[in-house]
């Protein structure tokens, strides 16, 4: 199997770190560096927790660049509920791998100018905003990207801040926009996918059966997304959705639409509008959950 070498831009957060626990784990992916953006939780607390997941894998080659700190405009939104006040449910990890010099927007430019134009994949698990900035400050090296995945929006499913608007797009709308605007090859994998992948108690039980310690942690980690959600049966693994899609396209339908960002000020900021003069962004619909599920677990056994 040949490596995908990707770059992963994140806030973690819960469903983060099991994404970045399956991009460690799984043999299809080299990963070549990990920036990090306020979004569940502060910027701080987001760089510790990425960093501290490179220590658990003893990857502490990974480069680690800590990026925006708030949004491009606007006040951010406090989602600590869902991820606890450290941002991972109180899950124990090691001593984090420290966020090297140099911000993230810079890290990535000089990544993507010195590696073959289109030979990269960003990962993004988070808000927009350091996408946006790199957009905008060095336009040569984001034309350089192959391709985006990211989690973000909705398109027929209920929001999760909004009544039709998904936390990552709405936590800086204005990002989501410029990243739309930018021509990239994009692809979105809203809450019409990600609420179709979900984790259940016997989740947790498998993972914290099986040999390897990132396994294991990644069953501590569902568990702790329970915490906040003790009579909920099952919990929507958002962000693992974007490393999952890579490895099995054909589990999560795929559309292109053309896209508008909503810019407003109310509960519809951030919100996505099917527009015939929007920006034509692939995506992901749906997803064959179960499967998406198995390959998660199978991946972190
Ligand atoms: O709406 C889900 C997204 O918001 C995920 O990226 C999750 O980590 C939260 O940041
Ligand atoms: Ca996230």
């Not at 990963?31 to 979004?39: E, H, P, Q, S």
């Not at 936390?167 to 989501?176: S, T």
């Amino acid at each position: 199997m040949t490596r995908l070498p990707v770059l992963v831009d994140t806030d973690p957060g819960l469903d983060d770190a099991l994404a970045i626990l399956l991009v460690l784990a799984h043999p299809g992916f080299a990963l070549r560096g990990v920036t990090t953006l306020a979004g569940n939780i502060g910027l701080e607390r987001t760089t510790a927790n990425a960093g501290a997941l490179l220590a658990l894998a003893g990857r502490h080659d990974v480069p680690l660049h800590a990026g925006a700190g708030a949004p491009l405009m606007r006040a951010g939104v406090d989602e600590a509920a869902i991820h606890g006040a450290d941002g991972l449910g109180g899950v124990a990890l090691p001593v984090p791998v420290p966020a090297r010099t140099g911000s993230a927007v810079h890290f990535l430019a000089e990544m993507l100018r010195a590696e073959p134009a289109g030979s990269l994949t960003l990962l993004c698990l988070g808000p927009l905003t350091n996408l946006a900035h790199l957009i905008r400050t060095a336009p040569d090296a984001a034309r350089r990207i192959g391709r985006v995945v990211a989690m973000g929006g909705t398109i027929r499913e209920p929001g999760n801040v909004g009544p039709m608007s998904e936390f990552n797009l709405a936590f800086d709308p204005e990002a989501a926009d410029a990243v739309l605007r930018a021509a990239l090859d994009l692809t979105l994998v809203p809450l019409d996918a990600t609420r179709r992948v979900r984790a259940s108690r016997d989740t947790v039980a498998s993972l914290l059966a099986v040999a390897s310690p990132l396994g294991q942690k990644a069953g501590e980690i569902i568990r702790a997304y329970f915490l906040d959600a003790a009579t909920r049966e099952s919990r929507p693994l958002h962000d693992p959705c974007v490393p999952l899609l890579l490895l099995r396209p054909d589990l999560f339908p795929a559309q292109t639409l053309r896209l508008r960002v909503d810019l407003s000020e109310g509960p519809d900021a951030g919100r996505l509008h099917v527009d015939p003069a929007g920006h034509p962004v692939r995506v992901a619909l749906g997803a064959d959950g179960e499967a998406a599920l198995t390959l998660l677990v199978e991946s972190l056994r």
